[in-house]
Every structure is written in structure tokens, then in C-alpha cells.
């Protein structure tokens, strides 16, 4: 079967998104092309997910996963809303909540993937469906982690209901959260998405680079930096070896560091900074993608601080962190940079908080989550 095509770097001017709808069923066939798990195992049910909106889509698959898994699964898949593990995410391996890839049948994993791809925009299906693959590579060649089958998927809340309820989908270097009320989604955030290796460079999936974007737009902004501008932008300390407001640790995400939009003094310099948040607002649908870098309007745009550690080249150790009042995201490297990190937060909404507690629901612990 053929493997993911190549990920290009476009020239440097090129960072506006276009945001595509979802993958067709002969475009999600390609994606997981030369996956562990079958092809047709993992394929959406529907040729098009329906165009009504991304909150609709989102709900009609989570209540068909709901209620097409066996009865013996769907208690392990289903949790409700206030539920402790709504808050329990991770990235790195271990036991998880929910039912994987593995433990479903050919049609229940049909509608996990059917989820999945009603969530994230043809892009974001692209990174996280190339996760998995990763793991595969992972699996093959060196023996370690189970491969793409170990993907949970679990649901808080009864989404039939106008009421809040949220769905995740979660293994090895890959944790997406989502949080609605009814039809209206509030929260795509925690939201990580990492690699290892960074590119795969032989066999099957040669090629395979489902993150690249992320990786040289934050340099090409750090090496568009004057000296002056560059000294503050550049963090104190060691090169971070992995993202800082990970699990129970969102207070980081609001600390203070880099330097401010308004301080950037050429248009390219301006044009990179908002594609780093772009890129990142490209793994969702287009209405959620547009609304995310409408938030960034004004004010908050102002607001926006960019941090920088490490050297400038692709195997270079580095690590950045694009941060303000409605974001926080990170982007870290270890072993020779061929392994890597990102973290997409949202201050103070994560899983929906401020959301949630504007209608009067407190479902989040006291603790950093």
C-alpha cells in the first residue's frame, strides 16, 4: 500500500492556512495507508463527514460511538461528565481510560475514526492519524510501545443531551481533548500532538513527517530576529527538554517570557509569529480554526509573546513557546532533535473551564490539570 506522501516545507512566506473541509473516504484511505490496524478497519463510514457544523458533526459521532460499541465496551468507554479522568491526560505511555483501537471490532473502529475525523480538519487528521503510525515505526523498529491499536477513546457525558459532555482520544504522543455543550464545542484544548522520530527517513512510511510545519516556522521567526530582538526573546536557562505546562502543570502556561508582537518590526517578522498560531488552529475544522485566530484580533494580538531556546538548525536542540491570554503553545526537542513535543493550551479554558463555569458548572479539581 503506499505510504503518507512526503511533507514539504513551503517557502517561508507561505504561512497563511487554508483550512480544508474533512478528509473524503478515499483521502482518510490514503492517510492511513500501511498502518498495523487494517484500512478499511479505520475508515469513516460516511464518504463526506455532513457540512452542518463542527459541533453537530463532533455529536452525532460521539452518540454513534456510543451507542455502536458491544455492551461490555461501553463501560469502559464512557464516563460521566464529572468524572476525575475527564482531567487525567497524558502523552507519554501507560494505562489509560476508554476502550483502544485494539479492543474494537472492525465496524467500532470505524466509528472511533469516524470521531476522530469530525473533529480535526483534514490537516489535524493528517498529524494525528501520522502519530499513530509512528507508533508503528516505534513498535517495528525498536521494539518499544504497543503501536497504533494502544489509542483510547473514551466519552464524559451523555453528548444526546444539550448539556455539557466531552470526548478524548489518547496513547503515546498524542492527547486530544474536546468539550461541548449540545452542539456548541468550548474547549479543543489540551491539545498535544508529538514525534518520534521526527521524519522518518526508510521503509514503509519513509517520509512520514506529520509535524515538520511546527518545526521550522518557529525557527524561521527566530532567525528573522535581529540581535536585539533575539536577546529578548531568548529564555533564561537550559534548552527545555520537553513542553512545561504539561499534565498539572497549566499554571506555566501563563508565565511571563519572550518578546511582545508590537515589538516586532517588519511585516515577516509579524506574518511568522501569527502563522505559528495558525498552525496550530489548522488542526481543527475551518469554523473553529477561524475562531481560534479571531480571538487574536486586537488586544490579545498585542499580547502575544515569543520565547525562544536553542540553535537554529533542524538538528539543533531548541524549544519556543508562543503565549498570551487566549493561548499558550509549545514546542520542544530532545536527542538530536528528532524527537519531539508540542502542546496547544488555552489559559484558564482548558477542558472548557471558563465556559463551563459562565453557565454556573464547577467540574474541574483545585489542582493544576
Known amino acids: 500500500m503506499p505510504c503518507l506522501l512526503r511533507v514539504q516545507a513551503p517557502a517561508t512566506e507561505d504561512v497563511g492556512m487554508t483550512w480544508g473541509p474533512h478528509p473524503s473516504r478515499r483521502e482518510f484511505a490514503a492517510l492511513m495507508a500501511g498502518a498495523a490496524l487494517p484500512v478499511s478497519a479505520l475508515m469513516p463510514a460516511r464518504a463526506e463527514v455532513a457540512a452542518s457544523s463542527p459541533g453537530a458533526d463532533m455529536r452525532k459521532a460521539a452518540v454513534a460511538l456510543v451507542f455502536g460499541v458491544r455492551a461490555e465496551l461501553r463501560n469502559q468507554l464512557t464516563f460521566e461528565f464529572k468524572a476525575p479522568e475527564r482531567h487525567r491526560w497524558a502523552y507519554v505511555p501507560g494505562r489509560r481510560a476508554g476502550v483502544t483501537l485494539d479492543d474494537m471490532s472492525s465496524a467500532e473502529r470505524e466509528l472511533g475514526m469516524t470521531l476522530l475525523a469530525s473533529s480535526l480538519s483534514r490537516t489535524g487528521l493528517e498529524k494525528a492519524t501520522g502519530v499513530m503510525k509512528l507508533a508503528a515505526v516505534l513498535k517495528d523498529s525498536r521494539g518499544f510501545g504497543r503501536g497504533p491499536g494502544a489509542y483510547a477513546f473514551v466519552v464524559f457525558g451523555d453528548p444526546e443531551k444539550d448539556a455539557p459532555w466531552g470526548w478524548r482520544v489518547e496513547g503515546h504522543h498524542l492527547s486530544l481533548n474536546f468539550t461541548a455543550i449540545g452542539d456548541r464545542i468550548i474547549s479543543t484544548t489540551p491539545h498535544c500532538v508529538c514525534a518520534d522520530p521526527m521524519e522518518v527517513t526508510e521503509g514503509l512510511h519513509a517520509g512520514l513527517a506529520p509535524i515538520h510545519r511546527e518545526d521550522y516556522i518557529g525557527r524561521d521567526l527566530a532567525r528573522n530576529l535581529d540581535a536585539a530582538q533575539l536577546s529578548r526573546t531568548r529564555r533564561v536557562g537550559d534548552v527545555p527538554n520537553d513542553v512545561r505546562a504539561g499534565p498539572r502543570r497549566a499554571d506555566i502556561a501563563a508565565e511571563p517570557g519572550g518578546i511582545a508582537y508590537p515589538e516586532l518590526t517588519d511585516e515577516t517578522q509579524r506574518h511568522l509569529m ?80 471558563a465556559a463551563l463555569a459562565a453557565i454556573g458548572e464547577q467540574t474541574l479539581p483545585p489542582e493544576n490539570a
Do not use: C, K
Not at 502575544?304 to 503565549?323: I, K, M, P, S, V
Not at 487566549?326 to 526537542?333: M, N
Open 274 to 353: 501569527l502563522g505559528i498560531a495558525e498552525t496550530y488552529a489548522s488542526n481543527l475544522p475551518n469554523d473553529l480554526a477561524r475562531a481560534q485566530m479571531a480571538r487574536l484580533d486586537g488586544t490579545a494580538r498585542d499580547g502575544l509573546r515569543f520565547e525562544w531556546a536553542g540553535g537554529f538548525e533542524t538538528t539543533d536542540l531548541h524549544y519556543y513557546r508562543l503565549h498570551g491570554a487566549t493561548l499558550s503553545i509549545e514546542y520542544s526537542t530532545r536527542q538530536l532533535a528528532s524527537h519531539v513535543h508540542t502542546l496547544w493550551r488555552e489559559p484558564g479554558n482548558d477542558f472548557g473551564r
